[in-house]
């Protein structure tokens, strides 16, 4: 029963899940948006990541049938495992960072891939009748030693751009927008333990544990392909912010009639003039009760460039926007609760009051500004 179960879904159910997931990858159409030129790449890798898995499983079951040995599966499944990782990685990477895909990468990392696997596999033949048991599983042993190699390489890449990504976010948003990504980030840790599983299941195989594996390919995949594909939308507006760091801003914005007038921009101004100008105006307009403020806006208020906005910040306050925004919405917090607001509203009401998106935000960002929560701080 354990194998008819592990047969129907290893030679049916997965290769099916995979291949009609991976053609959607690849024909539902992206909006023909600016702004998802990043977001279309990494669809179409996701794409090419899952029909070389259909194609990988193809060969896997002609293989079992045609008796293949156990030895050239083992160093198969790593061999998908390894390519898996590095479309995978690619994929995510180019999600949190626009500027990321290039075809030279992509293509030199897929030669690196593909030189040390196929010299593994073309030395079977003078390996396999070694007396010694060490060197007839040589080839798999050094492909193992590789493939751990490359999972350490593909976390620290993925690590760097990750945390660049936060940074960006942090500088040019004032709410938690980079939490919108924040599944790129668990897709990733779940296909590095995926990763890890495929490698205790090439030194393990046996019914049990290709069905456990099975079963948790069949889950992560269907459910990544589903969040990966519904994701245009909302990836759209980070990629702009992402953007915007990267090429200077518009210089025809319509000025608001609420805005200073702007200066001539041959001109420039300190970081100290800047500063007290963008404290009146959070102070004066209460831009800080806007929960999806932006740097961008504040910058045409105040007549400057994002860059200049964000530069000043972080040099004369030594922190980013989204702190730096936090710091007023607290201040007005505390004025509030010391006035009595909490008597009479929630504090899911306050948070709203002062700008935050929701009471989780502000309850974490209160107590680690005040050393206490908003109802201790009553």
Not at 103 to 121: D, H, K
């Amino acid at each position: 029963m354990l194998t008819l179960f592990n047969d129907i879904l290893g030679f049916y159910v997965l290769p099916g899940l995979i291949l009609a997931f991976g053609l959607c990858f690849l024909f539902i159409l992206v909006p023909q948006v600016q702004g998802l030129n990043s977001y279309r790449m990494a669809r179409h890798m996701m794409g090419g990541a899952y029909l070389l898995f259909f194609a990988a499983l193809v060969a896997e079951a002609v293989g079992m049938k045609m008796e293949m040995l156990p030895l050239v599966h083992q160093m198969l499944m790593l061999t998908i495992s390894i390519a898996q990782a590095f479309l995978f990685t690619f994929a995510l990477t180019t999600l949190v960072d626009v500027q990321f895909f290039s075809w030279r990468r992509f293509w030199r990392e897929v030669l690196i891939i593909i030189v040390p696997a196929a010299a593994a596999f073309a030395s079977i033949p003078f390996v396999s009748d070694h007396p010694s048991l060490l060197v007839r599983r040589s080839s798999f042993l050094l492909l193992v030693l590789f493939y751990g190699y490359k999972i350490i390489d593909y976390i620290a890449l993925f690590r760097r751009r990750y945390s660049d990504y936060e940074r960006r976010m942090s500088d040019y948003y004032s709410d938690d927008e980079r939490r919108r990504l924040f599944w790129v980030k668990r897709s990733f840790i779940s296909a590095l333990f995926i990763g890890v599983l495929a490698m205790l299941y090439a030194f393990y195989p046996n019914v049990l544990t290709n069905l456990l594996f099975s079963l948790v390919l069949v889950i992560y995949y269907g459910a990544f392909a589903l969040r990966f594909i519904n994701y245009a939308f909302t990836f759209q507006r980070i990629e702009a912010a992402m953007e915007s760091e990267l090429f200077a801003p518009s210089s025809n914005h319509e000025q608001s009639d609420e805005s200073f007038p702007i200066p001539d921009s041959s001109e420039g101004i300190g970081d100290e003039e800047l500063m007290k100008r963008l404290s009146e105006l959070m102070t004066s307009r209460k831009l800080y009760v806007k929960t999806d403020l932006t740097i961008e806006e504040v910058a045409v208020l105040a007549g400057e460039s994002h860059r200049a906005v964000s530069a000043a910040i972080n040099s004369h306050e030594s922190t980013n926007f989204k702190s730096w925004v936090n710091g007023y919405r607290i201040a007005a917090a505390e004025r509030l609760i010391k006035e009595g607001y909490l008597e009479h509203h929630t504090t899911d009401a306050l948070a709203a009051a002062v700008g935050f998106a929701n009471r989780i935000s502000f309850y974490r960002v209160f107590k680690k500004a005040t050393g206490s929560s908003p109802t201790d701080y009553r």
